[in-house]
């Protein structure tokens, strides 16, 4: 499956931002797909997920309750909402794809997923 990643830009701290991440190739509805974020200078952070077949979601306590992940699955995509963005939220966020069942601990590794979007760069100013 291939993924791409779109919308991020320059926004205020305080704004909301949705992120989407299409997928072509692969079944889509037959992948979890994730969120991940880099910021300068730091490791990839896991931000959540959403499961294929039951559209679970799991986030990460960093940013639960400020990020909503859904998936449209007739658009092939999913999308990352964003509110009450912080200047610490800047950082390249990716979507990534995974077609196994994961415990939390699991997916919260990048090693966990084989496909990976090319990233969006959002930034937020104070």
């Known amino acids: 499956v291939q993924l791409q990643a779109f919308g991020g830009g320059l926004v205020q701290a305080g704004v909301s931002l949705r992120l989407s991440c299409a997928a072509s190739?692969?079944?889509?509805?037959?992948?979890?797909v994730g969120w991940f974020r880099q910021a300068p200078g730091k490791e990839r952070e896991f931000l959540g997920r959403i499961n294929s077949a039951t559209s679970t979601t799991y986030y990460a306590d960093s940013v639960k309750g400020r990020f909503i992940i859904s998936r449209d699955n007739a658009k092939n995509t999913v999308y990352l909402q964003m509110d009450s963005l912080k200047p610490e939220d800047t950082a390249i966020y990716y979507c990534v794809a995974d077609s196994n069942r994961r415990t939390f601990a699991q997916m919260s590794l990048p090693t966990a997923y084989d496909y990976w979007g090319q990233g969006t760069l959002v930034t937020v100013s104070a």
């Open positions: 190739g692969r079944t889509f509805t037959s992948f979890a």
